[in-house]
Nanobody
Framework: QVQLVEHGGGLMEAGGSLRLGCAASGPIFVIELMGWYRQYPGEQRELVAT???????TYADSVKGRFTVSRDNAKNTVHLQMNSLKPEDTAVYYCYARVDRSYWGQGTQVTVPS
């Protein structure tokens, strides 16, 4: 069973930066896709940023130019550098990994007060 453990998140003023990290462990040969989703109260999870094993990155339009996703394939880790934070970035952020199937982290709260 693959497990994802997140760290980072918290409270940051608008315009500030936060960095999220996630480490995958368990029976992993290759992680096809790894990245981050977020969820607002009462809504479905939405893509923030993902990075494929071949280096292809995908970003939500709302975070392009502000967030950067990176991964270390040797360590099975992924990070999300979030700059120029906005109040609308306030959400629970979930680490995501696709191995044999999709796996999710437990979620970490990011709060940017208005």
């Amino acid at each position: 069973q693959v497990q994802l453990v997140e760290h980072g998140g918290g409270l940051m003023e608008a315009g500030g930066s936060l960095r999220l990290g996630c480490a995958a462990s368990g029976p992993i040969f290759v992680i096809e896709l790894m990245g981050w989703y977020r969820q607002y109260p009462g809504e479905q999870r939405e893509l923030v940023a993902t990075l494929a094993a071949d280096g292809t990155a995908t970003y939500a339009d709302s975070v392009k130019g502000r967030f950067t996703v990176s991964r270390d394939n040797a360590k099975n880790t992924v990070h999300l550098q979030m700059n120029s934070l906005k109040p609308e970035d306030t959400a629970v952020y979930y680490c995501y990994a696709r191995v044999d199937r999709s796996y999710w982290g437990q979620g970490t709260q990011v709060t940017v007060p208005s």
